[in-house]
């Protein structure tokens, strides 16, 4: 990676000379082994087969190497952007304004990863890692669904962590109303990129659902999940895997209420 190219990608890294280039070069390493480790080693191998692939594998790079070196640079705020201090001369800059700095840079790397697995899903090389099977046991997978779904406006991966574990116990809940059989062939069907326009619906659904229970709105999410086992149930030919399961079975035993014996209550 040239100066030029790294420049390119981080522009708050933009200087006159070489010195801070120089100084990030040594997590360069760190940040390609980022990108593979997402990558898989064969795609990883032939990234350059694909410009826009290797565009945002190059900024994945740069942007981690940049948020790994900052808390060792001795950062100075100049005309042109950040620099690093190179005499005592220069004052260097703020605590305030680097942890600026770094949350922007964490930021524009959560962005990139998010594009970088929207392009992935579906593509052959990838979608049976490890990484693309673990990244997909959630439909919650993009920092930009928290704006939708959560009411966050300015989300990304890095916020949508700390919610994880509330995604998760939400999700849960889900499971145990649709079937884990069925939530997880949703998960699969983002992955592979092969979702229909019913499945589709049926995601948005959930994720309704989750982002009503994860903000504690809960009368929200009793709504939310009595229009989706309704809605299920009225398209129920086109889910086999739901109309096979124990969870349908339960939720047609008797017309969903959501009382306190049915299935689904854990949202009451």
Sequence with gaps: MTRKEFEYYVPSAVMPDDTLFERIAEQMGEGEAA??????????????????????????????????????????????????????????????????????????????????????????????????VEVFRSLVWNGRQQLVYFGVPNGHRSTLDELRPKITAAEAKVQHCISPEFYHELCDAVRLRTATAEQNTAIHKILMTVGADVTEDHAMAHFHVKKLVEWLDGNIRTFPTYANSTAYAANTFEPYKNEKDDPCYFFG
């Design 35 to 132: 990108v593979k480790s997402l990558l898989g080693g064969d795609l990883y191998a032939a990234r350059e087969e694909n410009l826009t692939l290797l565009n945002l594998c190059n900024r994945m790079a740069c942007l981690t190497a940049y948020k790994l070196a900052i808390p060792h640079l001795d950062l100075v705020l100049t005309e042109n952007g950040f620099g690093v201090v190179s005499n005592q001369n220069v004052a260097p800059a703020s605590a305030e304004r680097v942890n600026r700095l770094r949350q922007a840079v964490q930021f524009a790397l959560d962005d990139t990863i998010d594009e970088l697995l929207d392009l992935l899903r579906g593509n052959a090389q990838w979608v049976e890692t490890h990484v693309a």
